[in-house]
């Protein structure tokens, strides 16, 4: 008996297995000595043929919880299934493991947004829509399937003319995957590899538009994290295909670049294409789609594919869990936002930091910050273009570059997150935190305040060289603010995290500064999280790659507003939800907004 009944029965609950925790040597198999069906011969949990690690037989386990909780590395956990889905599923990769429901449609002429959390299926849609991977629809086991197989397994209703084009090849795919390394052995320079895999002709016009000019000389290995996201899209978006699928465009982008890709996926869109988009910044999301599909359920359990919504709706049903066409509520706690900008006074307040005007000069670039000071307890956020010198100056303040003239006086012990993180440590996340911030991970404190919020206890005992992008970007934060300090200089914190991730972090790092009594400096391109995140505002402007200066700081609401101004768009605040949502150029609000000289949202 799997399902749990009370009148009337609500979920199938299903056992899941997290191959990375269970740790069979240490624990001795206790969840399989504990289950009580074992004990009468049934074997339902029993050790996998190749790892010896556990797996439970899901359609004889009764979900009784038992080995859930004597799992000493919380390897089990039992899922709440909704009743709802009666149908198998899509793809699965195991007794114990994902399991995906519905697919997106893809719709030409469309740009469709795509939204959910990090483990949810996102990328399991994209290689299935893309024929990387066959789907399943349950049967885990075959390992020899087939397009045949697929047909006669799942019933894929509107999505079996889409396969079988796909099946013929009339069908052409472009992808750009969230993962950047394909091009890191190419010799060829980046000019050489965009003329090469060019099919539209359109090189030298994506060269302009995604600010490649400076790059085509180099390989790929040498270009940062935002050049390879640029020069990925370009690779894509030059393809003569049907279908693009865009995974994760906005990693390591400003704001501007970002906004420009509305732009770029928009031109696609009217050429008759079909686009899919999967992106964590929701205001850029909002701003670029035309229609949204949800993904929602478990993390590493099962994944949802939500049926086609408006973008408002859209993004407001996956904030608000709540799908009033399906009748589902997936989240207990609706994800919202302050309505209101509150301003704070610094009047009688210590400052911690204080520096006069900053010089720095590069082969090519010069950077000039002007006079300005940062308070005890503040979070001041830093907005500007990639290339303006955001990095170099907080750099700067941790002491890692000198200035070429002027001076910082930071009158604080300093903690320091760098935008670049890599997996070169060679230990344990554990081991990592503690070296990093030279403090024992024990402390009740930091486990309730940093650990549990950020979801990386279970890391703890795994490897730095094993970590995901996501998790290495938490257990970064993590280290960051384990330290001691009384200032922190954290460098885009919202990288590679999905939206709950990103609205989380920006809590935490709040909550981190009230309780330390500490201060923050934070480097930012989202702007809801920008939103969250600050108290007041550095802008950084000039021209990217050859010089940059500072304007502020500000409080925010100004800040903000300066800031929009430059990059020639207003926000306002949903309704229902309060998140940021740009205003389509030269909307009524958009109009009246200007008008009124308020760029960042309307006055209460």
């Not at 209101?340 to 610094?346: L, N, S």
Request: hydrophobic share 35%.
């Amino acid at each position: 008996m799997s399902k749990r009944t009370a009148g009337k029965q609500t979920k199938t609950r299903i056992p899941i297995v997290d191959l990375d925790r269970c740790q069979p040597a240490t624990c001795g198999h206790v969840c399989m000595k504990t289950c009580p069906l074992n004990k009468k011969g049934r074997k339902v949990i029993y050790p996998d043929k190749v790892h010896k690690k556990a797996r439970i037989h899901s359609k004889k386990c009764i979900a009784c919880g038992i080995c859930v909780n004597v799992c000493p590395t919380h390897a089990i956990s039992m899922v709440g299934l909704p009743v709802e889905l009666k149908e198998k599923p899509i793809h699965q990769y195991g007794e114990n493991a994902f399991r995906l429901y519905g697919l997106p449609f893809l719709p030409k002429g469309k740009v469709v947004g795509l939204i959910g959390a990090n483990g949810i299926g996102k990328t399991t849609v994209l290689n299935i829509l893309s024929g990387k991977t066959i789907p399943n629809g349950g049967e885990y086991e075959r390992e020899d399937l087939t397009w045949k197989d697929m047909f006669t397994t799942l019933d894929l209703s509107l999505h079996r003319s889409y396969f079988n084009s796909l099946k013929n090849g009339k069908i052409k795919i472009a992808y750009k995957e969230q993962v950047l390394t394909d091009y890191l052995q190419e010799k060829e320079t980046i000019h050489e590899v965009l003329l090469r895999e060019d099919e539209l002709g359109n090189t030298k016009e994506l060269i302009k538009e995604l600010q490649l000019e400076t790059l085509l000389d180099k390989e790929f290995k040498h270009l940062s994290g935002g050049e390879r996201q640029r020069f990925s899209i370009a690779v894509a978006i030059s393809k003569d295909a049907d279908v693009y699928f865009i995974d994760e465009p906005g990693n390591f982008l400003d704001v501007k670049q970002r906004l420009n890709l509305s732009k770029l996926f928009g031109k696609l869109a009217k050429k008759n294409k079909s686009v899919l988009v999967v992106e964590h910044d929701i205001a850029i999301l909002d701003y670029l789609s035309d229609q949204i599909q949800a993904l929602w359920g478990t993390p590493h359990a099962f994944g949802v594919v939500s049926g086609v919504k408006s973008v408002k709706s859209g993004i407001n049903a996956y904030l608000t869990g709540r799908l009033k066409e399906e009748n589902i509520t997936f989240r207990s706690k609706a994800i919202t936002f302050q309505r209101v900008v509150k301003e704070r006074t610094w009047v009688n307040v210590p400052i911690y930091v204080k520096f006069t005007t900053l010089w720095k000069k590069f082969d090519q670039f010069r950077l000039k910050v002007s006079p300005g000071e940062v308070y005890k307890g503040e979070t001041l956020v830093i907005l500007g273009e990639n290339g303006i010198g955001k990095t170099t100056f907080v750099k700067m303040l941790a002491g890692i570059l000198q200035p070429d003239r002027g001076s910082a006086n930071v009158m604080a012990q300093v903690s320091y997150k760098p935008q670049f993180i890599t997996r070169d440590y060679k230990g344990t996340v554990d081991e990592f935190i503690m070296n990093f911030a030279e403090r024992y991970t024990g402390e009740k404190m930091l486990k309730q305040n940093f650990y549990q919020p950020l979801g990386i206890e279970h890391l703890f005992d795994k490897p730095i060289t094993e970590l995901s992008g996501g998790e290495l970007q938490r257990v970064y934060i993590a280290a960051c603010l384990t330290k001691r300090a009384d200032l922190y200089l954290i460098d885009e914190p919202a990288a590679f995290l999905d939206v709950e991730e990103r609205i989380k972090v920006a809590r935490i790092i709040r909550n981190a500064a009230k309780l330390y009594n500490a201060s923050v400096i934070a480097i930012e391109h989202d702007m809801q999280i920008a939103d969250i995140l600050g108290d007041r505002v550095l802008l950084f402007l000039g021209e990217p790659g050859v010089r940059g200066f500072t304007v502020g700081p500000f409080g925010k609401r100004d800040g903000m507003n300066e800031f929009l101004k430059t990059l020639d768009i207003t926000f306002r605040r949903d309704v229902e939800t309060g998140r940021a949502r740009i205003n389509k150029h030269s909307s009524r609000l958009d109009r009246e907004q200007r008008e009124s000289g308020e760029f960042f949202f309307e006055r209460y």
